[in-house]
């Protein structure tokens, strides 16, 4: 079966750091996504990783281990704004890309 | 650039009514997906279409129809509504079916069946 797990929630204080585990296991594998999801609105694309290491993108990086089924995705000098929802999902490969149930994070002041 | 656009954004519907969920985009994307989204199960893959004329099922693809007639549109039809139908709605799509490419989403139907 297909199955990628992710915290159901976290709670940061605004100006840390804050990491957000996925693993995933899945019959193929074609790419990892991070989705920022505001409630309400639509999810919108964070990163992408294929190759094993570290993808950085200003504030946001994102880690892939392709042999331990695990990424993470880590976001710096956190910001109110960036209380959200995130979402892991891979490209399993014909055309199709399955989601983890999502990460609530909560930044407090 | 209107990217990809959903209607209704809110729906109601009773039991066994039927109703088109409406989905076009303007970047000459290849494939678009649906998806629904319900609380603590995450985005769900209900159809998908590589290509106009081309579709196919996704992981919860019972109750739903689609269609593909041009590169813009891609429709989700709901035959006879269940109540366990009631959920958010997501249309995505990206330029191509490679797996690199990231997903641009519509803004979202919320549907209620009663």
């Known amino acids: 079966g297909q199955n990628i797990d992710q915290p159901t929630e976290m709670t940061a204080t605004e100006g840390a750091i804050v990491q957000i585990n996925c693993t995933y296991q899945?019959?193929?594998?074609?790419?990892l996504f991070w989705y920022q999801q505001h409630a309400g609105e639509a999810p919108t694309f964070l990163s992408y990783?294929?190759?094993?290491g570290l993808e950085e993108k200003g504030r946001f990086s994102s880690f892939l281990s392709r042999s331990k089924g695990y990424s993470y995705l880590l976001l710096k000098e956190l910001q109110m704004k960036d209380s959200a929802s995130y979402l892991c999902a891979v490209n399993t490969g014909g055309f199709k890309t399955i989601f983890g149930a999502g990460t609530r994070l909560f930044v407090k002041a | 650039n209107a990217g990809v656009t959903q209607t209704p954004k809110f729906q109601v519907l009773k039991t066994g009514q039927s109703m088109t969920l409406q989905c076009a985009q303007d970047?000459?994307?290849?494939?678009m997906s649906w998806y629904r989204q319900d609380p603590g199960m995450g985005l769900r893959l209900i159809h998908y279409?590589?290509?106009?004329?081309?579709?196919d099922q996704g992981e919860v693809p019972n109750g739903y129809n689609v269609s593909r007639s041009t590169t813009e549109d891609f429709p989700l039809r709901l035959l006879s509504a269940a109540p366990s139908q009631t959920s958010v709605y997501f249309c995505?799509?990206?330029?191509?079916?490679?797996?690199?490419?990231?997903?641009?989403f519509g803004s979202g139907t919320q549907l209620s069946v009663l």
């Open positions: 279409s590589v290509g106009a004329g081309i579709t």
């Open positions: 899945t019959s193929g594998f074609n790419g």
């Open positions: 970047m000459n994307h290849e494939y």
């Open positions: 995505a799509s990206s330029y191509n079916t490679g797996g690199s490419e990231k997903l641009f």
């Open positions: 990783n294929v190759l094993d």
